[in-house]
């Protein structure tokens, strides 16, 4: 009995020196889709949410890379009328000019060709007008002796002949002088002048954006440009857009033209130009959109994209961090009161400056996890 005794007491005594043992806390309940955090905890700290907003959202719509290009209708490419030698040029490589400014003389044989030419046909419009008066003359003194019966009737049939012949020669004369001044003025020259130089003349207002020419050089090549001038007040973006949203395109369509040198600034373009065929490669149809480049910001072969917007509606939207992907599938998390989220499905569209429309599942006015749904996804 007194055994017994002891060993109860010595059991009680081992119980009042152990510690009692620490409980240990279990995770937030989640209950059927559901994450509660107590109102104590600190990742409630960490979850920000957010009404649901409605905006207009394109429900039809492409975005498309594109370059910018010189005006193919603004652009030409000078080149020299005749052989010659480049006596003197007036302009430079970036030089803007207006439209029959002087670019260069050429000294060519084919001008003093010209200037002869012209002498030549002058001189016999001259001689066949002096010829005519005399034929005029003649005519009238024949007939005047006819009506005094004084000649034959066969005089008077041959100065009509002569007068007819007369004045066909200044006709052909005038025809030939008028081709002449027509040779020389395509060369730039001025009849009468002494020793000529064809001077080439700007056929539009620009600038010179290239250039290839030296004074003193000799030119048999009429074919190769020696610079190019282009009118930058339009230029265009050429953009590949793709097969599929080929319908959405028409002349004179309004398209947004964003450019990599200018980030977030969007530009106005209007369709001018549609691609008869696909690129077979790409799949992608060419089209050139015009924009105004009077302020100068825009240069050829800059990178950017076109975006054209068929349609739009009204459409619950929510920030881009709201969406999470859960066991594949794309959810938002709902704030049903503090501390209470739920799980929703969502379908979502195109996301566009950091904002997403929701096409299913989401009605406006409720209120999403904006900050912090990667936390709850992780309960």
């Given at each position: 009995?007194?055994?017994?005794?002891?060993?109860?007491?010595?059991?009680?005594?081992?119980?009042?020196?152990?510690?009692?043992?620490?409980?240990?806390?279990?995770?937030?309940?989640r209950i059927d889709g559901v994450v509660v955090i107590p109102p104590d905890s600190p990742k409630l700290r960490q979850i920000r949410a957010e009404e649901v907003g409605v905006e207009r959202?394109?429900?039809?719509?492409?975005?498309?890379?594109?370059?910018?290009?010189?005006?193919?209708?603004?652009?030409?490419?000078?080149?020299?009328?005749?052989?010659?030698?480049?006596?003197?040029?007036?302009?430079?490589?970036?030089?803007?000019?207006?439209?029959?400014?002087?670019?260069?003389?050429?000294?060519?044989?084919?001008?003093?060709?010209?200037?002869?030419?012209?002498?030549?046909?002058?001189?016999?419009?001259?001689?066949?007008?002096?010829?005519?008066?005399?034929?005029?003359?003649?005519?009238?003194?024949?007939?005047?002796?006819?009506?005094?019966?004084?000649?034959?009737?066969?005089?008077?049939?041959?100065?009509?002949?002569?007068?007819?012949?007369?004045?066909?020669?200044?006709?052909?004369?005038?025809?030939?002088?008028?081709?002449?001044?027509?040779?020389?003025?395509?060369?730039?020259?001025?009849?009468?002048?002494?020793?000529?130089?064809?001077?080439?003349?700007?056929?539009?207002?620009?600038?010179?954006?290239?250039?290839?020419?030296?004074?003193?050089?000799?030119?048999?090549?009429?074919?190769q440009p020696v610079m190019t001038i282009a009118d930058l007040s339009t230029v265009w973006a050429a953009a590949d857009v793709p097969e599929t949203s080929i319908r959405l395109v028409q002349?004179?369509?309004?398209?947004?033209?964003?450019?990599?040198?200018?980030?977030?600034?969007?530009?106005?373009?209007?369709?001018?130009?549609?691609?008869?065929?696909?690129?077979?490669?790409?799949?992608?149809?060419?089209?050139?959109?015009?924009?105004?480049?009077?302020?100068?910001?825009?240069?050829?072969?800059?990178?950017?994209?076109?975006?054209?917007?068929?349609?739009?509606?009204?459409?619950?939207?929510?920030?881009?961090?709201?969406?999470?992907?859960?066991?594949?599938?794309?959810?938002?998390?709902?704030?049903?009161?503090?501390?209470?989220?739920?799980?929703?499905?969502?379908?979502?569209?195109?996301?566009?400056?950091?904002?997403?429309?929701?096409?299913?599942?989401?009605?406006?006015?409720?209120?999403?996890?904006?900050?912090?749904?990667?936390?709850?996804?992780?309960?």
């Amino acid at each position: 009995m007194r055994a017994w005794i002891c060993t109860l007491l010595l059991l009680a005594l081992a119980g009042c020196r152990e510690a009692p043992a620490p409980v240990k806390a279990g995770p937030e309940p989640r209950i059927d889709g559901v994450v509660v955090i107590p109102p104590d905890s600190p990742k409630l700290r960490q979850i920000r949410a957010e009404e649901v907003g409605v905006e207009r959202v394109p429900t039809d719509e492409f975005t498309a890379p594109a370059k910018l290009e010189f005006n193919p209708n603004r652009i030409s490419r000078v080149v020299l009328p005749a052989p010659g030698r480049v006596a003197e040029v007036f302009v430079y490589f970036g030089d803007a000019v207006q439209r029959g400014d002087p670019l260069l003389s050429l000294e060519s044989p084919e001008a003093d060709l010209a200037a002869a030419e012209y002498s030549r046909a002058e001189l016999a419009l001259t001689a066949a007008r002096a010829e005519l008066a005399k034929a005029q003359a003649d005519y009238e003194r024949v007939l005047d002796l006819f009506r005094g019966d004084a000649i034959a009737k066969k005089e008077v049939l041959a100065a009509e002949t002569a007068l007819s012949q007369a004045k066909a020669a200044v006709a052909q004369s005038e025809t030939s002088r008028g081709q002449a001044l027509a040779r020389l003025e395509l060369l730039g020259l001025k009849p009468g002048q002494a020793r000529p130089r064809i001077t080439v003349r700007a056929p539009l207002s620009g600038k010179v954006t290239e250039f290839n020419v030296v004074a003193g050089e000799y030119r048999n090549d009429t074919s190769q440009p020696v610079m190019t001038i282009a009118d930058l007040s339009t230029v265009w973006a050429a953009a590949d857009v793709p097969e599929t949203s080929i319908r959405l395109v028409q002349l004179d369509e309004r398209f947004e033209v964003r450019l990599n040198a200018f980030p977030g600034e969007v530009f106005q373009s209007r369709v001018m130009r549609i691609a008869d065929s696909v690129d077979p490669a790409n799949r992608t149809l060419k089209v050139w959109a015009e924009m105004d480049n009077r302020s100068g910001r825009f240069r050829p072969e800059m990178f950017g994209t076109v975006r054209h917007v068929e349609a739009e509606r009204e459409m619950p939207v929510v920030p881009a961090g709201a969406v999470v992907q859960m066991e594949g599938r794309e959810a938002v998390f709902v704030e049903e009161a503090p501390g209470r989220f739920r799980a929703v499905q969502v379908r979502t569209g195109k996301r566009s400056g950091g904002r997403v429309p929701v096409i299913e599942g989401l009605r406006p006015g409720q209120r999403v996890v904006s900050d912090g749904a990667m936390l709850l996804r992780g309960y």
